[in-house]
DNA sequence: ATGCAATAGTTGCGAGCACAACTATATACA
DNA sequence: TGTATATAGTTGTGCTCGCAACTATTGCAT
């Protein structure tokens, strides 16, 4: 009967993680679309913005993200459309492109991250206290190192360990 | 600066959480497509198996999915379209459908459960020690609990409290 | 009873993304 | 050096889904 598993633990620990992240992510979106960003654009921003020079080869980006090569090439053209970021001839490989953040898109990122962090802190981190968000954390990154092998290492590596 | 944002932990958080769930929802979905569905048509098999008469109108299962109405009334289209569920009028409310599972469906659900519960615990459960899902699984409740507010209780008061 | 608002479901349309095919460049190796 | 193979990025195509508009039915108010 396909009862038996209908209420199997392993069914239901997945649920929670869906929940929690689809919920969290619905919020989230909805702080960051008043910007008029998508949370993947958002993302992307926020990558550029932490990397020193403020630049990323589209495969990086693709590396990082949960994006194919195509899915990067039609963020950043949303991204360049908007002027939030440029691309640029990468002078050591001329097939790759560096994608910058510009000084808007720099603006663009103080003027939605205050309340973004705010945020996250009033459904997500701050929910809990600090020693369970220390449990719930290394419990997450125990998955993620199952599930993404080399997400945290090299990125260049990456690619290659997981197929 | 935008830097001063970078590592900021409520981010790191953040990631920890996404990362964890879309590796695992793509391996996951990766073994539900050799047996030919998405994760979300094998989610709504999962909730139609597990509801006695194996029934549920299109609302409910919008209200328990990530969906819309009108994303629920496709999935049940691909669904139907395979027998895999039947569309059955709802005799006290003529406005609404039950979306059924055929016996096909059934069989569906048994063909992939059993490997996709051991995978699940290959990647997940499995990875941690019984108290550290423990502490993972109660993590996640509470973030779940704050963003979906009464996800778990009566659904037809879900929708209620959520606007 | 009648009219009005709320609800269940479907459909047209457009946005976003993956896949596969393609161009251009780089690297390996003979 | 010349050729084969791999890699970076883009583009055409098709699928999935949300939004808004629509139909049908229900329930409420008068």
Redesign the pocket.
């Known amino acids: 009967m396909t009862r038996d598993y209908a209420d199997d633990p392993r069914l239901t620990a997945v649920g929670l993680l869906s929940e929690a992240y689809l919920g969290l992510h619905a919020k989230l979106a909805c702080q960051i679309a008043e910007h008029g960003l998508?949370m993947?654009e958002f993302e992307i921003l926020i990558r550029l913005g932490r990397t020193p020079g403020g630049q990323l080869?589209?495969?990086?980006l693709?590396a990082q993200t949960?994006?194919?090569?195509?899915?990067?090439?039609?963020?950043?053209?949303?991204l360049e459309r908007d002027s939030l970021v440029t691309?640029t001839a990468?002078p050591?490989?001329?097939?790759?492109?560096?994608t910058v953040i510009t000084a808007s898109g720099r603006a663009r990122l103080e003027a939605v991250l205050p309340r973004h962090l705010q945020l996250i802190d009033e459904w997500f981190t701050g929910q809990l206290t600090p020693n369970a968000l220390d449990d719930l954390l290394s419990g997450l990154r125990t998955v993620r190192d199952a599930v993404r092998p080399g997400a945290e290492a090299g990125i260049k590596n990456a690619a290659a360990l997981t197929r």
């Not at 080869?57 to 990086?60: N, P, S, V």
């Not at 050591?92 to 560096?98: K, N």
């Open positions: 998508s993947i080869r589209m495969t990086d693709a949960s994006l194919t090569a195509s899915g990067v090439t039609r963020v950043v053209d949303r691309r990468c050591s490989d001329r097939r790759s492109l560096y």
